[in-house]
């Protein structure tokens, strides 16, 4: 059947399974925009700038473990995207982002609104094209979906020149990909799984460390499984936490930065370090020279790019985790740590300290967040923004099951907080969604509370306001002498801002007000903001310092000292 590239698309799209698209039309992207009412099957969802339509679609991925979709016009509508695309890349999120681009007449003469978004982009996808004819839109389509949600998920981008979108051409959809050299499914090494397996049922201090890759794998009960049979203590990575119940007698947190004092200690002490679907980076394993260097690493991780990377992988297992998992718990023995366990319990105990909420009178982060948890049932699905507030809320939030946790881990992109939430409850109508925002993260992107507005998304909205960009102004007091530059932020009237929206806005002044105000937000069916004034100059404590061992832990209320790198 001969069709426009423009219906095309849209019927590519709708084979891809793919119902919604963030997108914000322009110039060259208006042939594929008069096709949408011919193709109700896929919602548009009008957002406000295009970075906030691509974190949109990061959320709407995360939240439903699904491809998200955006879209966006040529010149500054594409490269409005690189932030998001490059988010979605760190954190290995299935996303797909269609841009127009100028006719292919124009394309490298300068056109208006002409930019090499292909090239632009290069560094931070999976995989791009330039469709230069409509016939091959279908094919590039589904060979973009199945990049950008096998192996390694990742961002996979896609620019279609204003032309292309009424040129005419047949339909065909392909029965299957094939792409020579992309091997989606590597097969397991039987000999490493073997060795990873001697190297596991000789461990006297193992411990598990699970990252992103166990959720995107959806390994979180082949996980379960093999931690309960080898009776090894399971660390999270921030992308990591609800692979494990945080309640489970085997999970122990998240380590890292700001990691539990005995998480850390655990990962410098164990002698079997077993990292699943984790980069083994800088913030979650500190200095590498100094990461436990007598320890025996076993990695699985489909990505092979990533064994000795950063630290020397002794057992490196290329593949899916919930196929190595599996398979590498029929290989190890039944087994009990007691006594490492008991080890890892008494520092707990002795340290619990360290991430206790303030109980003096003012009221802090901490405080707002362990009741956000506490009223809320365990089906919340909670969003964040950049800063001290992500870090207070992956230490006291509970967090039960995958998909639960959604933030920016890799790139760290303030501002993810408000336009993921949206298109986390577009995947997610029948959850509560709340969004923990930072004061300065909330006003990068606020403008997306009109799209919540159009599309009545009721997510609820808590405003960590302490008038700081404060994980700036902590490290400027521990490291700078207090020497506070530019981190002090005026604030507009968030409850006077939400109202402007036509939004609910509540503002939370002490303690005795936060329960009331999250029931409230919870009972109303639209929209909220909840401006909690919070504590100035709280700091996040544990903290590893820059450039620090995990072992060089510090907790409050000392004052690190600045480490060499």
Known sequence: MRMSGADIVLESLKRLGIDTIFGYPGGVVLPLYDRFPAHPEVRHILVRHEQGGGHAADGYARAKGAL???????????????????????????????????????????????????????????????????????????????????????PVHIDIPKDVFTEEAEFIWPESVSIRGYDAFPPLDEAMLRQAASYIDGAERPIIIAGHGVILSSAWDELKTFAEKTGIPVLNTLLGLGSISTDHALAYGMLGMHGSYEANHAASNADVIIGIGNRMDDRALGRFADFNPTAKIVHIDIDPAEHGKNIETHAAIVGDAKQALAALTSMVRQNTHAEWLRWIDDLRAEHS???????GPELSVQHVLKRISEVNDDSVVIVTGVGQHQMWAAQHLKFTHPHQLITSG??????????????????????TVWSICGDGGFQMTLQELATMVDENLPV??????????????????????DNYVSVAMSQPDFVKLAEAYGILGIRVESKDQVDDAIRTANAHP????????VEAEGNVWPMVPAGAALKETVEAPERPQEVAR
């Open 68 to 154: 998200g979709c955006a879209l966006a016009t040529s010149g500054p509508g594409a490269t409005n995207l690189v932030t998001a695309i490059t988010n979605a890349m760190m954190d290995s999120v299935p996303t797909l982002f269609i841009t127009g681009n100028v006719a292919r007449n124009l394309l490298g003469k300068d056109g208006f609104q002409e930019a090499d978004i292909t090239g632009i982009t290069m560094p931070v996808v999976k995989h791009n094209y330039l469709v230069m004819r409509a016939e091959d839109i279908a094919y590039t389509f589904a060979e973009a979906a199945y990049i950008a949600t096998t192996n390694r998920p990742g």
């Open 353 to 359: 300290f360290s991430m206790a909420v303030p109980s």
């Open 410 to 431: 890799g790139l760290g992109t303030m501002g993810f907080e408000v336009p993921a939430a949206l298109g986390a409850q577009v995947a997610r109508p029948d959850a």
């Open 460 to 481: 609820k909205m808590a405003i960590m306001n302490n008038g700081y960009l404060g994980m700036v102004r902590q490290w400027q007091e521990l490291f700078y002498a």
């Open 526 to 533: 639209g929209p909220v903001i909840l401006d909690f004034r």
